[in-house]
């Protein structure tokens, strides 16, 4: 019985180093590549960014940062995540900030489904995998739950789990770059379809302000402590029910956010009804944006010399 014991712990030990040393080679290897926007956006370090464009895919994909660029002048990114929420925000804003990145002005977009919500992106947090061991990932992930813990001390596991995102494909790609990313220099992706799929149903987009706002609270904080002056807008829908309710919860929510010294500019409406400019509900196809980067240009713009003038 003590062989078969014995036997079995060398086992054991044999399988767990084995699958450490696939875990150690392949973060190393993930965190050369650039395909997904976590890899590309914490390959950069020690930047000066006059502004950064954060939020969810509907900055990523509805502004056209470059053009804000060259309109402004001024040097700017997109950090935005497809697939991501509030705290996926704070989350990539923390790390950006960790590599020694630098950012004067954030435009953070912040939609009422997201402004108090405490659940994980399901579709953005496999990115996170190969800096899991990051303090800051997996402090922010152990709130989630024992699985969470788990993946900080099994190795490799959340790679077998998440094999669509991170298989041999994705090691492959991130050694030699044959797959080209969706996103451009500037971190922005734009829809090249102009056809609308979404319903013309109305919608009700509305704030509400009565939740603890834990995670857009703690994008706030870091604003401060890191010298970031933080405006807080809204991408244009598509469809919404521009009501009592609608405009009673953005003036609750611009009031919120002006007492924590937060501006606030809504653009939620300013394109409602126009269908031929969206993709779907709440993504803008190319016409759109080439109208609403215009938009961010004058809301940058006016920002900037606000600050200049303080």
């Given at each position: ?72 002048g001024l040097k700017g990114i997109n950090i935005s995540l497809d697939g ?30 997201e402004a108090d919500t405490e659940v994980i992106g399901q579709f953005s ?139 606030f500019y809504n653009f939620g409406d300013k394109y409602n009804k126009r ?36």
């Amino acid at each position: 019985m003590k062989k078969l014991i014995k036997y079995l712990l060398v086992f054991l030990v044999i399988v767990y180093s084995t699958f450490w040393l696939l875990d150690v080679l392949f973060t190393n290897i993930y965190q050369q590549g650039s395909y997904y926007k976590t890899q590309w956006l914490n390959n950069k370090e020690n930047n000066v960014y006059d502004f950064a464009i954060h939020g969810s895919s509907r900055p990523y994909t509805c502004i056209d940062t470059e053009e804000v660029v060259e309109n402004t002048g001024l040097k700017g990114i997109n950090i935005s995540l497809d697939g991501s929420t509030t705290p996926t925000h704070a989350l990539m804003l923390e790390m950006f900030l960790n590599r020694g990145n630098k950012i004067n002005t954030l435009y953070l977009n912040v939609d009422n489904w997201e402004a108090d919500t405490e659940v994980i992106g399901q579709f953005s947090y496999p990115r996170f995998f190969p800096y899991y061991k990051e303090k800051a990932v997996y402090d922010h992930y152990k709130e989630f739950g024992l699985k969470w813990k788990l993946y900080r001390y099994l190795p490799f596991v959340r790679y077998a789990e998440q094999n669509t995102t991170w298989g041999l494909h994705q090691l492959a790609n991130s050694l030699f770059d044959f797959k080209q990313p969706a996103y451009d220099a500037y971190g922005t992706k734009i829809y090249e379809s102009t056809d609308y799929h979404g319903t013309k149903d109305l919608f009700e987009y509305n704030f509400d302000t009565t939740g603890q706002m834990k995670y857009l609270n703690k994008i706030i904080s870091m604003c401060k402590e890191n010298d970031i002056e933080l405006v807080v807008f809204v991408c244009p829908f598509a469809n919404a029910e521009t009501d009592q309710k609608y405009f009673s919860g953005l003036n609750e929510f611009e009031h919120y956010l002006n007492k924590r010294g937060v501006e606030f500019y809504n653009f939620g409406d300013k394109y409602n009804k126009r269908f031929d400019l969206f993709v779907d509900e709440d993504h803008l196809n190319k016409y759109g944006v080439e109208l609403f980067t215009e938009d961010v240009a004058e809301m940058i713009t006016e920002t900037q010399i606000k600050k200049a003038g303080q």
